[in-house]
């Protein structure tokens, strides 16, 4: 065997060696191990070859053996695309790369089957010279050169997409491991194929330990720390060699009797000067090279000074957010409460006694620096990954370990977008007596740097110096929610009391109303047929009379009628029953029709009633009858407390509309009575409502101020809502001597089908 063979055989062994790491560390199952064993498989099938080809076990010819070589290495670009996907968890779809792959390899069968047709060899610009054998070989590299730069662009893609700097580390050994393969390659192509078995061996394993080594040391630290050591013993040995060549320099012009003197002096002069110097030097280095831009003692002297005393949830929130974001130079950073909810005893009997876990709410209280709604709320159970890292093990957590982590693989989708959706890169738990109280969230580090050990100790002394604080605080916002929720609880309770007073005072007018209005035809029914027993059981029932007490009976079964029909309605309407048959017609017959029924009142009480603008509007959808009995007990409410000769009006116009199915009308009805007082304009609608006591209204149906059941105007309400309008009340105000009078206003929709409740609606 020629010496330059001695790596492919080291690697024939080494690769096996490697596949048995890789299996023990990740096992057989696992998206990268589909991948991985092949790749090195096929690199150990290379060297064997060569190694086979050197001691001349190969039955095929030299360029065969060769051709074969750069065929597995185009295959191996091809898994080492794939490969990284799966390291660099790239999303997307993979169907491109196979098509690509596909072509690649339809391309090298097209160039094998038509290779015997090709001349031996071929000029190209008459300068270079190429034979039938590079054919194939070319466009293997080819499609080799494809792959390869479809890796270093999902690796620049990758490095834009994520943040967080010990991801783009990680990428930084894998594009190393890339430079060693493109290397190797490039030897490849120049005929040292033993150096470039070398470099693969390298390449491979570079590979293994990035895929196995969870936690890589940080490159650009370590160049920084090198860096720093190298300033650092420059400046050292310039100072020493300074001391040096001055003493020399003093000891050739100083008389003999004077060299301890200037030893000793040049001694002191070097002791004095050059310690403080090389601490200056060492304080450059760390702020201006290694990045280390705080002190550790006087930040957290300053952090105590400043939450101290804090006892406002959303102010220790801010307090704390911005000294860590600015201490630590993070790019945005949030903080969140920790409550525990324990399993309530109902949870645990419906789980048959088993065992049920509560659940950890964190709340946002504040974020800074991202443009964001703020922090999102997130429930986690005690069995999460993350939890136990955070409660139990009190651990600082990084977005790296979540991601790559065996540990955290099985953490639930919700847990993942959560996490996602803040974006952060480090997680600090806060804990209060055994409890975790609070969560500390940093994004990445302006300067792309990574957070050190230093910064992690620092971190966790200041999350101690918070928990007492932070748990004052939330102790102290849970008091001002529960003192929020007793002051709702008491208005709550106030509205009720005002409603069950106002429920108990309606009962008392119901009574009164009942007691009021229905005694009056009873007692006439009752006497009526008390007279008419009475003249029956005498035999003088006269005709004439009978026909009286008949007309009497008839009246007061009518008014009977009258207020069970109104409180039936009244009942309709509180259910959303009342049926409504809809019609499109002009609305001037309506009123005219309402009117008619009260003009014998209004001739007996001497009033006008005048009717304009009906006639110009536009017919609507309404039930004609309940638009009746709208207008009809509004014009009984104007007679009834209007005086004797006075005016009541009716108008009509259109309301100002943008869109034809937008089209209102508006019919006011306004008298020139004694007015409504401007507390009472919106209480006339309520059930049983009396501008005053009951007992002193006669219960006519027209005389001034006749007092009514108190349901008219509910039942007019709830009939024009039902056609999808509404109503209301104007007035001056109440007063008896003036008359200031009043108008109720009715707005109606032309088009009803937009707002018009369809449960009440009949063909």
């Known amino acids: 065997m020629a010496p330059e063979n001695i790596i492919s055989t080291i690697a024939i062994v080494l690769y096996p060696l490697i596949i048995g790491v890789f299996l023990k560390r990740r096992g057989f199952h696992n998206p990268m191990a589909y991948l991985f064993i092949p ?80 001349p031996e060899t071929r000029s190209i610009a008459g300068r270079w010279t190429i034979t039938r054998q590079q054919i194939p070989v070319g466009v293997a590299l080819l499609n080799w050169g494809v792959f390869m730069g479809g890796v270093v662009l999902l690796l620049l893609a990758t490095r834009r997409r994520v943040h967080q700097p010990l991801h783009k580390n990680r990428m930084t050994y894998w594009f190393l491991t890339l430079t060693l393969s493109v290397l190797g390659t490039a030897l490849l192509l120049i005929q040292r194929p033993q150096l470039a078995s070398g470099l693969y061996l390298l390449h491979v394993l570079s590979t293994t330990g990035v895929i196995l080594t969870h936690q890589l040391p940080d490159v650009r630290h370590a160049i920084r720390q090198f860096v720093g050591y190298l300033i650092t013993t420059l400046v050292s040995i310039a100072l020493y060699a300074g001391g040096f060549l001055a003493a020399q320099h003093i000891l050739r012009t100083a008389p003999a009797y004077d060299l301890v003197a200037v030893s000793v002096g040049l001694g002191l002069v070097l002791a004095v000067l050059f310690n403080p110097l090389l601490q200056v030097v060492r304080r450059f280095v760390n702020s201006r090279v290694l990045g280390a831009k705080y002190d550790h003692s006087q930040t957290l002297r300053e952090y105590s000074q400043q939450i101290n005393n804090v006892v406002e949830l959303e102010h220790l929130a801010s307090t704390v957010v911005n000294f860590i974001q600015g201490a630590l130079n993070a790019q945005y950073s949030a903080l969140f409460v920790v409550h525990y909810e324990a399993p309530s005893k109902d949870e645990i009997s419906e789980e048959d006694g088993e065992p049920v876990e509560g659940v950890y709410r964190l709340r946002g209280v504040l974020e800074r620096g991202k443009e964001d709604e703020g922090a999102p709320t997130i429930e986690l159970t005690p069995s999460s990954a993350v939890v136990d890292c955070l409660q139990r093990e009190r651990a600082c957590l990084t977005q790296y370990d979540v991601d790559l982590h065996p540990r955290f693989r099985g953490i639930s989708t919700a847990e993942r977008a959560w996490l996602e959706r803040l974006d952060m890169d480090l997680y600090v738990p806060i804990h209060a007596q055994d409890k975790w109280v609070g969560l500390l969230t940093l994004g990445p580090k302006r300067s792309g740097d990574r957070y050190f050990e230093p910064d992690l100790l620092l971190l966790a002394t200041l999350a101690d110096q918070t928990a007492v604080a932070l748990d004052n605080a939330r102790l102290f916002d849970d008091l001002k929610v529960r003192n ?280």
């Open 484 to 763: 929020e929720e007793i002051r709702r609880l008491n208005e709550d309770l106030a509205l009720a009391n005002r409603e069950l007073t106002r429920m108990g005072r309606a009962k008392s007018d119901f009574i009164d109303i009942a007691s009021h209005e229905l005694r009056t035809p009873l007692t006439q029914v009752k006497g009526y047929t008390d007279i008419m027993k009475e003249m029956v059981e005498t035999d003088s029932l006269n005709p004439s009379v009978a026909e009286n007490m008949v007309r009497g009976l008839k009246v007061a079964s009518k008014r009977l009628e009258e207020i069970v029909d109104m409180m039936f309605d009244v009942a309709k309407i509180d259910t959303e029953t009342l049926s409504l048959n809809l019609l499109r017609g002009p609305v001037a017959p309506i009123i005219e029709a309402a009117a008619d029924k009260w003009r014998p009142a209004l001739e007996e009480r001497e009033q006008t009633l005048t009717i304009n603008g009906l006639d110009r509007l536009p017919p609507i959808l309404s039930d004609s009858r309940r638009l009746e009995q709208v207008f009809s007990h509004l014009i009984q409410n104007a007679i009834k407390f209007t005086p004797n000769g006075g005016r009541i009006r009716i108008t009509g116009h259109m309301q100002a509309w943008t869109l034809p199915r937008d089209q209102k009308i508006e019919i006011i009805v306004s008298d020139t009575g004694i007015g409504i007082a401007p507390e009472e304009l919106e209480s006339i609608f309520d059930k049983f409502y009396r501008p005053s006591d009951v007992l002193l209204h006669s219960t006519d149906k027209t005389k001034f101020k006749g007092a009514g059941p108190g349901l008219g105007l509910t039942i007019v309400q709830g009939i024009v809502e039902a056609h999808g309008g509404r109503i209301w009340a104007e007035s001056p105000g109440y007063d008896e001597e003036t008359c200031p009078g009043g108008s109720f206003h009715v707005v109606l929709p032309v088009h009803p089908h937009q707002s018009f409740p369809e449960r009440m609606w009949t063909a």
């Open 39 to 118: 790749y090195i498989i096929l690199f150990w099938l290379r060297d064997l070859g060569y190694v086979a080809l050197d001691l001349e076990w190969l039955l095929v010819p030299d360029s065969v053996a060769i051709r074969a070589s750069f065929y597995i290495l185009f295959v191996l670009a091809v898994l080492y695309l794939h490969l990284s996907r799966v390291f660099l968890g790239a999303e997307g779809k993979t169907w491109r790369w196979h098509l690509v792959g596909l072509a690649g390899l339809l391309g090298l069968v097209i160039v094998e089957v038509y290779a015997p047709r090709i």
